[in-house]
């Protein structure tokens, strides 16, 4: 059977995988004709019947009343509420003894054409006075006992009062300042304990935030904090700033709060009368909660037509390492899942949440998410993950290598504490990660067959849609369109995956076996089809580290194209990448992959690949470039029957990329694929729901390769733009890698290695070949020099001393075959 047969065959099953939870969705989207229906009312009585004309005042009377009715499982109820906002006072909870069953579920809906809000917020009535003769700051005295995390006047959120100020033009932070705790300023804030300092990772692989407890008398601050990343390194020097600090008070709708004295400061917005506002502030952390567990689950529970607003940040309780990634997590969200069965969120808005909207965590199964709007969330936005005990011979950090003979070789999960058969369909996720950076629209570790389907996902610091780790695929992302991500960070994709299973440099195991083993976690393939994935600052769709067993295929790809490292058996055919091409990243020699019937604006951008480690197929493509590069694959054996022409998009300014049928790439057995069926389908958010800007072609020719040079019998040469991820450095740190050392050369003898990427010498960092050539135009008799070299993900130091054998750097030859 051709490859093509067989990958036709193999995604047959998953063409039309029906929507989790499709009953459960049929009865809420039409009335219920027979059950019993109760009301809930912000005018009701707990006291009363909680009939239509006698409701109820509390979601919590509710749930209490239906526990106790002896209606469960034996009929649908239906909980009507009325506008109004439900401010919670504690968390509304709900276990297996308030299931209902698939055909008797239980639905809380609010009442039709209602606003009905559930808050984790308090609402305060204050007395406001001039601080200042000017009165540009007010204050007002906080009942005891009150903590303010979150301030809100009128609906609106307010910052607190932050250096530097909030740019809303600026994409990082909303504004950063390499002096935001320089001891200078630290001196002159009186006593900064209670305030934040949020600062991105050195490398941009997310961000670290700290509680400051105090400051010391240099000028230097005591901070609590930074375990939010799981691959620890500085600070960044400039990606930084602080907040909640009394002097820091200075623009319009900054706030800050002295819990000592009980005291709320807030510089009011010119158009706020504040004789006339509703202040509101947060006090939960989680608003709803299922909590069962694989025996006893919580089942069929619905929220309809809900908005969840107010609750805490969690940026501090981001702790919780996942697998071998840099991503530490928060285990819970505004609505939190665990142990549930067919339950579903429907139709319902998160909106200005401190942490993550919606958490499913460990034992999940056939929930639904759909037709739900998430926005201004601090962050994620629906988070899939199992329990790391359901995982074999999980490791949280990439650092410890695991030997063949001591891994189970036994498939899949341990136990069932893992989300799996749930989907998320229909949904817009805008403006994500607003504090917290290691997040994404929605999160899938851990986890089985998960949909993700006609979802808008736009405005993340990272990754739209993240895939954490191959345990245990059969994922299924469908019909979506994905874009404005990777804003805050780099080295992602607007979908990023990474595979570092239990194969993941595994030592001393068979060669001809890794495929194989890659399969022990990612026992089924996961599927990218039909949509639509735009990242300016990062790939369009990244699978790193590892990642298998995936098929790739009707995927339009408008900036950053596609990267596939390491891994094993990636299809990819029938897409079409705009302005941009394929992304080889350091391929097994055996990885199976196949690269086919794709349309391709430019050369394939390698990094790291052997001459003998392409994969199973590359052929059947169509270049818009340039014959040149068509012609230097098929000198190595690839693209045999790939052809160079003008594909004739029908109308590409319009993003419909479609080609027209006098085009010669259908002889290659190229498709045409649906371009305007990307993300949201309900009329409701497609009201709401933005869309990419489409990218004017342009001519891409044949890139320049970098030159090469000769540096103590080594060839060097310095990164190209593609080279920074496999490298993992900073696109920002520059850096010169070292390519061949043949022999016993000068660099071998003082201890460089084939791979190593040079990054400074002397504290200069090497952003030129000239960099380097001038930092050893400077050796004289007895001089060291001192090289920070990246090797293995590490910074390691190495001196040379002088006098160094040809310390000049002389013009190579071209770039040795391995990096072609």
């Known amino acids: 059977m051709s490859i093509e047969r067989y990958l036709r065959h193999v995604t047959k099953r998953f063409l039309y995988r029906p929507l989790v939870g499709s009953f459960l969705l049929f009865v809420i989207l039409f ?38 009715s002896g209606l469960l499982g034996r009929e649908t109820i239906e909980i009507i509420v009325s506008g109004g906002t439900y401010y919670l006072t504690s968390t509304l909870a709900f276990g297996h003894e308030d299931s209902g069953t698939s055909k008797a579920p239980v639905i809380y809906r609010a009442k039709e054409g209602d606003e009905v809000i559930i808050s984790g ?17 007010m204050s007002a005295k906080v009942p005891a006992g009150v903590r303010i995390d979150q301030l809100f006047v009128d609906g609106m959120k307010q910052r607190m009062a932050r250096y530097p100020n909030y740019d809303p033009q600026e994409p990082i932070y909303g504004g950063y300042a390499s002096d935001a705790v320089s001891p200078a300023r630290v001196r002159s804030w009186a006593d900064p304990s209670g305030g934040f300092l949020h600062v991105l990772h050195e490398k941009l692989w997310g961000g670290f935030d ?9 000028g230097s601050l005591r901070l609590d904090g930074g375990w939010q990343n799981n691959r620890p390194a500085a600070m960044h020097e400039r990606y930084r700033y602080v907040e909640n600090i009394r002097e820091e008070l200075d623009a319009p709708g900054e706030w800050f709060y002295d819990l000592k004295k009980q005291l709320l400061y807030f510089y ?56 071998r990634s840099d991503w530490c997590i928060y285990r819970g969200g505004a609505v939190f899942l665990e142990g549930t069965e067919d339950c579903a969120l429907v139709d319902c808005d998160f909106e200005a949440l401190g942490g993550n909207a919606i958490f499913l965590s460990g034992y999940n199964r056939n929930d639904a998410i759909r ?41 899949g999960p341990r136990n069932e504490e893992y989300p799996a058969e749930c989907a998320v369909s229909d949904c817009l996720i805008m403006s994500i990660g607003q504090i917290e950076k290691q997040v994404a629209g929605v999160e899938i570790s851990m986890a089985k067959r998960i949909t993700v389907r006609n979802c808008t996902i736009a405005g993340s610091p990272r990754a739209g849609i993240n895939i954490g780790d191959g345990t245990w695929g059969g994922h299924l992302i469908e019909g979506c369109d994905v874009f404005d991500t990777v804003l805050e960070t780099a080295d992602h994709g607007s979908f990023n ?23 022990l976690d990612a026992t089924e393939p996961t599927i990218l089809r039909n949509s639509r994935w735009r990242c300016d600052h990062g790939w369009d769709i990244d699978l790193d580290d590892g990642s298998s067993n995936y098929y790739i295929y009707n ?65 059947y493509n169509y270049f818009t470039s340039n014959d040149s590069d068509r012609d230097a694959y098929q000198k190595v054996g690839l693209d045999a029957h790939s052809l160079v022409g003008l594909p004739q998009f029908i109308n590409a300014p319009t993003g419909d990329f479609r080609v027209s049928a006098t085009s010669s790439v259908f002889s290659l057995g190229f498709e045409n694929f649906t371009m305007d ?13 933005p869309t990419p800007k489409i990218p004017p072609l342009r001519n891409i020719t044949v890139a320049t390769k970098a030159p090469t040079y000769e540096w103590l019998g080594a060839t060097i040469r310095l990164l190209e733009a593609q080279e920074y991820s496999v490298f993992g450095v900073s696109i920002e740190a520059g850096g010169i890698v070292l390519l061949e050392a043949p022999g016993h050369v000068d660099a071998v003898h003082l201890g460089l290695r084939v791979g190593d990427v040079i990054m400074s010498v002397d504290g200069h960092q090497l952003k030129s070949i000239s960099d380097l050539n001038l930092c050893m135009s400077k050796a004289t008799e007895g001089s060291r020099f001192r090289l920070v070299i990246h090797r293995e993900q590490t910074d390691l130091d190495l001196y040379l001393y002088a006098p160094i054998s040809s310390p000049n750097i002389k013009e190579g030859s071209g770039l040795p075959p391995h990096s072609q």
């Open 268 to 323: 009011p917005p010119a158009s706020v009368n504040m004789e006339h506002t509703v202040i509101e502030v947060n006090r939960l952390t989680s608003l709803v909660e299922l909590r069962g567990n694989c025996s006893n689950p919580v089942r069929s529970i619905i929220f309809n037509a809900f908005k969840f607003r107010h609750a805490n940040r969690t940026f501090m309780e981001t702790k919780e390492p996942l697998l």
């Open 677 to 689: 069926k990307f993300g949201v389908t309900d009329a409701r958010l497609r009201a709401h729901a």
């Open 121 to 137: 917020g308090l609402k305060l009535a204050l007395k406001w006075q001039k601080v200042t003769p000017s009165g540009l700051v």
């Open 371 to 411: 037709g739900c709007w998430i926005r201004e969330c601090g962050a994620s936005g629906v988070a899939f993950v199992g329990q790391p005990g359901a995982v074999r011979n999980g490791v949280t950090t990439d650092s410890k290598a695991m030997k063949y003979s001591e891994i189970d070789l036994t498939p």
């Open 210 to 218: 700290y509680e400051i407890t105090g400051k010391n008398a240099d």
């Open 497 to 519: 995956s990474w595979g570092r299973d239990r194969y993941w440099h595994l030592s001393q195991a068979p060669e001809n076996f890794l495929p194989e083993l890659a399969l």
């Open 31 to 68: 009335k219920v004709a027979n059950g019993a229906t109760f009301y809930v009312s912000t005018k009701g009585d707990d006291r009363s019947s909680g009939n239509q004309a006698h409701p109820w005042k509390t979601l919590l009377r509710a749930r209490d009343a239906i526990r106790a």
């Open 555 to 619: 995927n339009l790809l408008l900036g950053g194209g596609l990267k596939l490292r390491e891994g094993y058996r990636r299809h990819v055919w029938n897409n079409v990448i705009i302005n941009n091409s394929l992304h080889p990243h350091a391929w097994y020699r055996n990885s199976g992959d196949t690269f086919t019937r794709n349309i391709v604006m430019g050369r394939y951008l390698a990094a790291l690949m052997d001459p003998d480690s392409w994969g199973q197929e590359i052929d």
